[in-house]
């Protein structure tokens, strides 16, 4: 496409600069271009020094000779976020890293080859793909267990008072594929209720933000999140609750390099000193 | 019309002396290969045996229907705000242009995950808008279709915007002079004589515009949810479905780059027309 007779200072410069003036503006007119250019140069600067020196503190107590990268469901957040200090005192030399995410997503990570060695899941459901798939080390055990609550903001601003007032509000709550998703589809069967929500989250911290930043009435999830959120929420009791309870079971990956480290890990979970911590956060405990 | 009154294509320039050099070659053959492999990789591992199953069911078809509405009305949404905005930015010359040059462009830059948490903290429910907006007419945009095509259009309208502002550039300014010159009214100049110059760049920026917002994922799920029918876009069946079926999502891939590569294909002439410096 090239241009039409055009007396227009533009026509006569190079064809670069004009591309350039096309995209974005700069290096037409000359003179503000080369301002422009020294204002990109030093914010390009100040984000790089500012990116080094991030790079340089790591807060974590390991020394890190040997990385334990455990994948653990959303609702694990606070309670395996103070086992990771725990453990990394008992072993000096291991650098724990989590990552949290929907128990069905890490479900998928891991049959598709992610390189992790510790899995822990919200139900049973979502490890039995990995067990399938032959990707764990042995059986998984169960270490812990949840129910499920419903939240709505601190102010209730639509005044919810038991379950059945939830039709006529707007509900987040997870997707049925998460096992956040599938306890409350189970939960509205039981009492009878048919809901609409408004959105369908991934994963529950994200139905729990959803809830706390004010953009639904109210939300389904954990126990465990309700407690951790504290006063950003209120919280109303779901009939039947105790007959849907989240079996959350851990296992260590096949093939992973640090299969001891991982096997410390399940054993600190499982020990009297992790299900103190569990129980802590909210959840049950299973010795 | 425009053809003939246009400089006629300068010839393209030899490939320097000789042979296409290799240092040109290897490096383009690896920028294709990047290109290429992934897709090759989908087309690869794709379940053709049960394709038709999961190519009709009812999530799929529901997403469908909602991407390719939600992205048309997101295009002409940007059609009709962003023409006047690139002529603006082509035509005038006001202070500030540079800047607002700029500010167009920061979608283009911008994570569409921080584009949805900006947009959520304007217009959600407990936004800087969104609060009074629900507090006076108990209205809340969040969840809704309409915010579906606001995440779209957000990202979307930096491609028109500068698409049509470079259509517009090269257009013949003394065209619209000479117009007036004869008696015609500035809208009846803009209708009949600059919009139509500028076309092909105007559909190229439309077509972009249009590809852009049926791609767009991380604004829609973070602003307009993820539910199936309202918000629940083609991306986000996707991701959803990967959660526990990965060959069901390479399905579903593979529908959306089909919908999306056919469409481009179909106005390839003006497409590559309208890009090309």
Redesign the interface.
């Known amino acids: 496409m090239s241009p039409a007779i055009d007396p227009s200072p533009s026509a006569g410069g190079s064809r670069l600069r004009r591309l350039a003036a096309r995209v974005g503006g700069f290096g037409y007119p000359q003179r503000s271009g080369r301002r422009a250019r020294t204002v990109v140069a030093v914010a390009a600067a100040g984000t790089l020094a500012l990116a080094l020196a991030s790079c340089g503190g790591d807060d974590d107590s390991g020394s890190g000779s040997t990385t334990l990268t455990v994948l653990a469901a959303s609702s694990l957040t606070n309670a395996f976020d103070q086992l990771e200090g725990t453990y990394e005192d008992q072993h000096s030399d291991v650098d724990v890293k989590l990552s949290y995410d929907s128990s069905s997503i890490l479900a998928e990570q891991v049959t598709s080859g992610a390189p992790a060695d510790v899995l822990a899941t919200a139900d049973p459901i979502t490890m039995k793909t990995v067990t399938d798939a032959g990707d764990t080390d042995g059986q998984p055990t169960i270490f812990a267990r949840n129910t499920m609550v419903i939240v709505t903001p601190s102010d209730n601003p639509a005044g919810l008072q038991n379950m059945s007032d939830l039709t006529d509000a707007s509900v987040a709550v997870c997707v049925p594929e998460a096992p956040c998703g599938n306890a409350t589809q189970q939960l509205l069967k039981l009492n009878n209720i048919d809901l609409t929500p408004a959105t369908e989250e991934d994963n529950v911290s994200s139905v729990l933000t959803k809830v706390t930043s004010g953009e639904v009435d109210a939300g389904f999830v954990y126990v465990t999140d309700a407690q951790a959120a504290g006063s950003d929420v209120q919280t109303i009791q779901i009939p039947h609750s105790a007959e849907v309870i989240n079996d959350y079971p851990i296992a260590v990956i096949a093939g992973s390099d640090h299969s001891q480290a991982a096997q410390d890990w399940v054993d600190l979970v499982m020990s009297q000193q992790g299900q103190d911590v569990l129980a802590k956060f909210g959840f049950q405990t299973v010795s | 019309m425009s053809r003939t009154?246009?400089?006629?294509?300068?010839p393209a320039p030899s490939a320097a002396v000789g042979r296409v050099p290799l240092l040109m070659l290897i490096p383009a053959f690896g920028a294709l290969a990047i290109l290429l492999l992934p897709l090759i990789g989908l087309f690869v591992r794709a379940p053709w045996s049960n394709i038709g199953e999961q190519l009709t069911s009812t999530g799929v078809t529901t997403a469908l229907r909602l991407s390719l509405t939600t992205a048309t009305i997101s295009m002409v949404v940007c059609l009709v705000l962003g023409t006047p905005l690139a002529w603006l930015l082509a035509r005038v010359d006001f202070r500030g242009?540079?800047f607002v040059?700029?500010l167009v462009?920061v979608p283009l830059v911008l994570p569409p995950v921080v584009g949805g948490i900006a947009l959520?903290t304007t217009f959600?429910?407990?936004g800087v808008l969104g609060e009074p907006i629900y507090e006076a007419f108990g209205y809340?945009v969040?969840?809704t279709t309409t915010a579906v095509v606001v995440a779209q259009t957000f990202v979307a309208l930096p491609f028109l915007v500068?698409a049509v502002?470079?259509a517009l550039?090269?257009?013949?300014?003394?065209f619209d002079e000479v117009a007036a010159s004869l008696g015609a009214s500035r809208w009846w100049t803009f209708v009949r004589i600059t919009l139509p110059l500028a076309g092909?760049?105007i559909v190229s920026g439309a077509v972009l515009a249009w590809a852009r917002a049926l791609g767009e994922f991380g604004a829609t799920i973070t602003f307009a949810?993820?539910?199936?029918g309202t918000?629940r876009t083609m991306p986000l069946e996707v991701?959803?479905t990967?959660?526990?079926d990965?060959s069901g999502a390479i399905v579903v891939s593979l529908l959306l780059l089909a919908v999306s590569v056919g469409v481009l294909a179909a106005l390839r002439e003006r497409w590559i027309?309208?890009v090309?410096?």
């Open positions: 009154l246009e400089r006629p294509e300068a242009r540079q040059r700029a462009t959520l959600g429910r407990a809340q969040t969840f500068l502002e470079g550039r090269s257009t013949d300014r003394r092909p760049g949810g993820n539910f199936e918000t991701y959803n990967y959660q526990t990965a027309s309208g090309s410096p």
